[in-house]
């Protein structure tokens, strides 16, 4: 959801540029949104009689993680040097470089718990494809007094489906993303994917932070906390993901690197 979320950002700062909407607010709406894209195509796609729901889904983070001390996380409008640097004394904002302009950062905490666990799970018992933890999740912290409150960050969104996953005891996890795996030596005439491998095994190597790492990591932390099998892999492929036929399989029963 993260050009969704820069695009609403920006009709909030042309509407009202001293008060801009907060990002769990922002993350809300876009988790709205393109629920019902998604709900909408896979209506045209499934049998009538299976159900369909999109849920907001508020997703707990630490106020102490030590994200919120090292921002990471792009977000929003790009600026020139001078408009970000106003920006940032302005608003209290952190500011990174993008290319040759610059843009807001924001922090990207671990997330700890999917409030709506319990509703997702009932409704799945039903047999309702169930959309949601869209864009990471909605972040929210509680705050001294026990309130309960929206806060200014992201949830990597691989690891809210890894969290998601694990909570719901799912059998497979699949990471679908526009690539057919993980790949060794990756843009190199050497790189070849990664058919399988134990999560110990490609914990160890060096993935993109910013794309695969993320990934890789939902990946090792689920087959490593649950037993079972997390894959990578492309959405074009994920009848075959599914049949074990394609990806990048993570399993505690990997001899190594395959």
């Known amino acids: 959801n993260g050009p969704q979320v820069g695009l609403l950002a920006l009709q909030g700062?042309?509407?009202?540029a001293k008060n801009p909407y907060p990002l769990d607010v922002l993350g809300a709406e876009t988790e709205g949104m393109i629920g019902y894209m998604i709900e909408q195509e896979l209506g045209n796609l499934l049998p009538i009689e299976v159900p369909l729901a999109t849920l907001l889904t508020q997703v707990e983070v630490d106020p102490e993680d030590p994200a919120f001390k090292q921002p990471t996380k792009?977000?929003?409008p790009v600026y020139s040097r001078e408009e970000a640097e106003r920006l940032a004394e302005e608003k209290g904002w952190a500011i990174a470089a993008d290319g040759d302009r610059f843009r807001r950062?924001?922090?990207s905490p671990r997330p700890q718990r999917i409030f709506e666990i319990r509703p997702i799970g009932w409704l799945l018992e039903k047999g309702c494809a169930v959309i949601c933890a869209g864009g990471g999740g909605i972040p929210t912290v509680y705050d001294r007094n026990g309130r309960l409150q929206g806060v200014e960050a992201?949830?990597?969104?691989?690891l809210c489906s890894a969290l998601l996953a694990e909570q719901l005891n799912a059998d497979l996890l699949v990471i679908a993303t526009d690539v057919d795996g993980a790949y060794l030596d990756w843009?190199?005439?050497q790189q070849r994917r990664i058919s399988e491998a134990h999560p110990d095994e490609l914990a160890s190597l060096a993935f993109a932070a910013g794309s695969m790492g993320p990934k890789v990591q939902a990946a090792c932390e689920f087959a490593r906390n649950t037993g079972n099998v997390a894959v990578i892999g492309s959405l074009e492929q994920i009848e075959a993901i599914i049949q074990s036929r394609a990806g990048t399989r993570e399993s505690l029963k990997a001899a190594g690197l395959v």
């Open 13 to 16: 700062n042309a509407y009202d």
């Open 74 to 76: 792009p977000i929003g």
């Open 105 to 107: 950062v924001v922090p």
């Open 154 to 158: 992201v949830i990597d969104k691989d």
């Open 187 to 189: 843009g190199t005439p």
